[in-house]
């Protein structure tokens, strides 16, 4: 069974530095979808980025990009120049390729900005 | 933009009783999906459905049924209410991408439920 594990559960950033969340999973799928959602406070779920397994080049998205190890199976989350707005809770998924694609989620990490 | 919509953002109900969460989205997705989300433990799939009157059990589908009889409604019945239910419900959609390929999982607001 696959797993998606988040080992921050917190995290903390000054406005307009650079912040880095974690995630790596269990997989022993190749073809496989990566995500990673923010829930601000309001509670409603946003798509952030997603990435293709059988992509190498890292999925960008604004100031939002991933560092995918495929064969590391991590799946690392970089915001740039860091928001006020960006303070939420952010999920990493992992998306299977049958039962209907379902998500895996991790744990969560809670990001928040310092003005 | 897609739209998922869920029928309360909070409800208080008492143990023992037949609580429904209702779901609809408006963009024609054909898969529906139903998550628990606790602190610490993430979004757990309960029930998902990929097609009208067709559903499939999640990781957690204990003490929960679901309804599909339209494509744009999702309905999850808790039959008999308990305190250990006590959660945030979000419901969320998808279509067919690239290939007929699940597309991106889209989410409603969630319904905070509370069991006394």
């Known amino acids: 069974a696959q797993t998606v594990t988040q080992s921050q559960p917190e995290m903390s950033v000054q406005e307009a530095e650079t912040v880095t969340l974690s995630c790596t999973y269990d997989?022993?799928?190749?073809?496989?979808?990566l995500f990673w959602y923010k829930q601000p406070p309001s509670r409603q779920m946003i798509l952030v980025i997603r990435?293709?397994?059988?992509?190498?080049q890292n999925a960008t998205e604004n100031r939002f990009s991933v560092n995918f190890q495929k064969a590391a199976k991590s799946f690392s989350l970089k915001i740039s120049d860091s928001q006020l707005g960006d303070a939420a809770m952010y999920f990493c998924?992992?998306?299977?390729?049958?039962?209907?694609?379902?998500?895996?989620f991790g744990q969560g990490t809670e990001l928040s900005v310092k003005p | 933009d897609v739209k998922v919509t869920q029928s309360s953002r909070y409800l208080v109900k008492r143990t023992g009783e037949k609580v429904f969460l209702e779901c609809v989205q408006d963009?024609?997705?054909?898969?529906m999906f139903w998550y628990r989300q606790d602190p610490g433990l993430g979004l757990r799939l309960i029930y998902f459905?990929?097609?009208?009157?067709?559903?499939e059990k999640g990781d957690i589908p204990e003490g929960y049924s679901v309804s599909r009889e339209k494509k744009e409604r999702f309905s999850l019945i808790l039959e008999s209410a308990s305190t250990n239910q006590t959660s945030m419900y979000l419901c969320?959609?998808?279509?067919?991408?690239?290939?007929?390929?699940?597309?991106?999982?889209?989410f409603g607001p969630g319904t905070r439920l509370t069991v006394l």
């Open positions: 969320a959609s998808s279509g067919l991408g690239l290939a007929g390929r699940t597309d991106t999982q889209y």
């Open positions: 997989t022993s799928e190749s073809d496989y979808y």
């Open positions: 990435q293709e397994a059988y992509k190498q």
């Open positions: 998924a992992y998306r299977t390729y049958n039962q209907g694609g379902k998500l895996i």
């Open positions: 963009m024609d997705h054909e898969n």
């Open positions: 459905s990929y097609d009208v009157k067709m559903k």
